[in-house]
């Protein structure tokens, strides 16, 4: 009897045993099934932004111009362009009052194309309350204008040859201004909230880059050749844009 006994305590033990390895088993598959379908998440919400990021513009093909101007509400005009011609990435300025953004790296394609990058290779620099000039100059939110106090801002308008209202006007993360498309209008402006912006003074020389009349209603074109890096001060890139037949301006584009 002893020994039945023995054996049916082992018996139930086993079976206890099976049952609780069982149940260990089905409580640890739910927590990894969960973490599976997270990380299945994670990574197809990464592949869609890679692709997402792959296709947007500017792409490095892309040679886009849009006509910019600084424009300070104390002295109620617009600053000079500025001056650098540095090209680290392919966004830079010719000290036309155009910036040219044709990206020959990926790093500043799609949203990465955006107003920091054009600052860093002008030797500025642009938060939301301050617009540091290249020489140590600061436009800073904080003075007024006709009374009201001046805060910066960006304003775009999407066909700088029929600009019509402002497109829109940016007040936050300044810095992350994205460039959009070819021949847009910008004005970085220190103003009152709700003033008046004058769209830049280089609509001309927009016009005199593509060999057209800003009331013609031509399509500018929108892709180039794209050349490599320059350094400050050189010009080495071949010729990628042109002015009209007549010659009257002549532009070396990076």
Known sequence: MAKDSSSKKVARAARAGATGSARESRELAFPLLVAAIIVLGIASVAIARTT??????????????NPYGVWDCTDDAFLDPFLSEFDPVG???HQDGLIHVHPFTASVTGREAKMSVFMDAMGAV???????????????????????????QIVRWDDAFNPGDPSEIVTED????PFLDDAQAITIALAPEGADIPLPETLDTLASVYGQGRDEGIEPPNQVD?????????DSAPDADSADESGSADESDE
Do not use: K
Not at 226 to 234: I, L, N, R, W, Y
């Open 52 to 65: 997402r990021d792959a296709q947007a513009q500017p792409t490095l093909q892309d040679h886009w111009h």
């Open 91 to 93: 966004i830079h300025s």
């Open 226 to 234: 794209v050349p490599g890096p320059q350094d400050f001060g050189t």
């Open 126 to 152: 642009i938060t939301d309350d301050a617009l540091t000039l290249p020489g140590g100059e600061v436009l800073e939110e904080g003075v007024e204008c006709n009374g009201e106090p001046a805060i910066l």
């Open 174 to 177: 300044l810095a992350d201004f």
